[in-house]
């Protein structure tokens, strides 16, 4: 019999800790629900967790630095909660490495239902993009290696990428020297539930293209192909076989 996904909540909120975590039990989800940046963390070294959701008011660390800093070490995906809806909110949360983004107030069956959309986007990714043993993509001066989803710089610097950039980044070498319209992207990264005129991708490329170095302004690695999309522009070589 399969385990029951596991899930971490991050809130100060009591009273939403203990309804979204009664909720999620109730439909077959274990849960631990904690209030700030270091309660997170210590869960995080006692337990193994599917996905984490994070609220981005929080006292200590706010959410936006909590998300960055375990995107930094983890592919654990993150859903984003906050009071604010705007706009720029939720790109932010986007750039900090976060999966999705619920504005509050919400309903607990519409997390549970974003919650199994990300999982099985997680565990649905087709055969290309799972790593392979020994397997390193090399294009222009840098370093993929998909095994231990590992990025390497041109100067030797190591960073582990996953999550959404690495799903991203993947399609990219998988499809060299191909302009790639923001609604492939979108269908490629996260399948046929992702929302119609889903601008995120653009907030993931524009994450990538820092995270490669590249010039916002004349980008060399990953260009804007104007009214068409986005074109990986360099060399890829990959293991034969």
């Not at 041109?154 to 302009?179: C, K, M, Q, S, W």
Request: contains cysteine; hydrophobic residues 40%.
């Amino acid at each position: 019999m399969d385990r029951p996904d596991h899930i971490l909540i991050v809130d100060d909120d009591a009273e939403i800790r203990t309804l979204l975590g009664r909720y999620l039990e109730k439909n077959g989800l274990r849960t631990v629900t904690v209030a700030d940046g270091r309660a997170m963390w210590q869960a995080l070294e006692k337990g193994t967790f599917d996905l984490v959701v994070l609220d981005l008011m929080l006292p200590g660390d706010d959410g936006l630095t909590l998300c960055r800093n375990l995107r930094a070490r983890s592919e654990i995906p993150v859903i984003m909660l906050t009071a604010r809806g705007e706009e720029t909110d939720r790109i932010v949360g986007l750039e900090m490495g976060a999966d999705d983004y619920i504005p509050k107030p919400f309903s607990a069956r519409e997390l549970l239902a974003r919650i199994k959309v990300i999982l099985r986007r997680v565990r649905s990714l087709p055969p290309n993009l799972r790593p392979e043993p020994g397997r390193e993509i090399r294009f222009g001066q840098w370093v993929l290696d998909t095994t231990l989803r590992q990025l390497v710089a041109p100067d030797g610097v190591v960073t582990p990428i996953g999550g959404a950039e690495y799903r991203l980044l993947r399609i990219f070498l998988d499809h060299p020297n191909r302009v790639l319209n923001r609604d492939q992207l979108v269908e490629m990264t996260r399948g046929k539930e992702a929302e119609p005129l889903d601008r995120s991708v653009d907030v993931q490329v524009s994450r990538l293209r820092r995270r490669l170095g590249d010039d916002p302004a004349d980008p060399v690695t990953i260009k804007t192909v104007r009214g068409e999309g986005y074109v990986l522009s360099v060399p890829v070589h990959k293991p034969a076989g």
